[in-house]
């Protein structure tokens, strides 16, 4: 149920694999919205994931309790250290290692989307994991000791006790990081160096170098040095 609020936007993402750019005369609206269609299918993507990865930690771990319920905090870590922390760290890490790198040469949709979604997973995974966990750790006393009486599976307290009880923060949370994520920039920027006009650019990276190109172009040195001794 919750994947299908941004399936849409994953079979949007598709479109990315078309060449907009072969049809005369539409080349500036294809390429934007190919790079919209491609920045709301890893948006979709990563929301999707961090959330499932976030449920399924939020489960495994709802009875924790004392010393090592505190030490889940840690999860908020990546979050903290913010986008600019992460994008030093794919460039300077993870793209020193060959095959990482020649992947990213390739400026392939698979390429940029694979690396891409691991560094916004590596914030926003964790972060989730951490706030349903402790959605998961708040359920009322009433419920849990109903299904011990009852005797529920772990399937049918999943089903009827577990999900309700993290699902619209769950729905709130996967909104909260496609958001993040349709707009991020300086993490992709430093590591991965798009280039718009190649299946590397995201939303931000367009609009930012549309912006540049919208900037008075700047006199060279030549011809300052003439306008000031001429």
Known sequence: ??????????????????????????????????????????????????????????????????????????????????????????????????????????????????????????????LASYILFVRARSMPEQLRAYARVAGLSSSEIARDIFWPHCRSLAYALAFLIFILTATEFATTDLAIHPSVGTDTALVSHWLAETYRTLLPAEPDAAAAQIGIFG
Request: hydrophobic share 65%; net charge neutral; with cysteine.
């Open 1 to 126: 149920m919750l994947a299908a609020l941004f399936l849409p936007w994953v079979l949007v993402g598709s479109l990315v694999l078309a060449d907009f750019r072969a049809f005369s005369g539409l080349s500036d609206v294809a390429e934007a919205a190919a790079v919209a269609a491609r920045t709301l299918a890893i948006a979709a993507t990563t929301a999707v994931a961090s959330v499932g990865i976030g449920l399924a930690f939020a489960w495994l771990c709802r009875d924790l309790q004392g010393r090592l319920a505190e030490i889940v905090a840690i999860l908020l870590l990546p979050t903290l250290a913010g986008p600019l922390f992460w994008g030093f760290f794919g460039k300077i890490v993870i793209l020193r290692f060959d095959p990482v790198a020649q992947f990213i040469e390739d400026r392939s949709v698979a390429a940029t989307g694979l690396v891409v979604i691991a560094l916004f997973l590596l914030q926003t995974g964790t």
